[in-house]
Nanobody, 124 residues
Framework: QVQLVESGGGLVQAGGSLRLSCAAS????????MGWFRQAPGKEREFVAA????????YYADSVKGRFTVSRDNAKNTVYLQMNSLKPEDTAVYYC?????????????????WGQGTQVTVSS
């Protein structure tokens, strides 16, 4: 079955960096666009970043643009989220997800598979 497993979360001070990874199995990874979403306590899950099948195009939420970078390695079936200049408001559970099409990637309803999430906590 399809599995998406996130790793790399943790506790970091404001201004610090973390790199999240999402390892995929059970699917043809290079045929899926990949996205990162996050959910803070009491809030809805929100779009963070996405990358198309080949990695040619990336998309970001305004709140993370210029600080976060999404990338993928199709040979390793892995997508990454490099997070720099972290802020306390970035604290959330971060999820990776896989979408069958390179469209509407900011819409969580476009994603077919989801990981279990990894906690990111940014202290002030």
């Amino acid at each position: 079955q399809v599995q998406l497993v996130e790793s790399g979360g943790g506790l970091v001070q404001a201004g610090g960096s973390l790199r999240l990874s999402c390892a995929a199995s059970g699917l043809t990874f290079s045929s899926y666009a990949m996205g990162w979403f996050r959910q803070a306590p009491g809030k809805e899950r929100e779009f963070v970043a996405a990358i198309t099948w080949s990695g040619d195009n990336t998309y970001y939420a305004d709140s993370v643009k210029g600080r976060f970078t999404v990338s993928r390695d199709n040979a390793k079936n892995t997508v990454y989220l490099q997070m720099n200049s972290l802020k306390p408001e970035d604290t959330a559970v971060y999820y990776c997800a896989a979408a069958s099409w390179n469209r509407a990637l900011k819409d969580r309803n476009e994603y077919k598979y989801w990981g279990q999430g990894t906690q990111v906590t940014v202290s002030s």
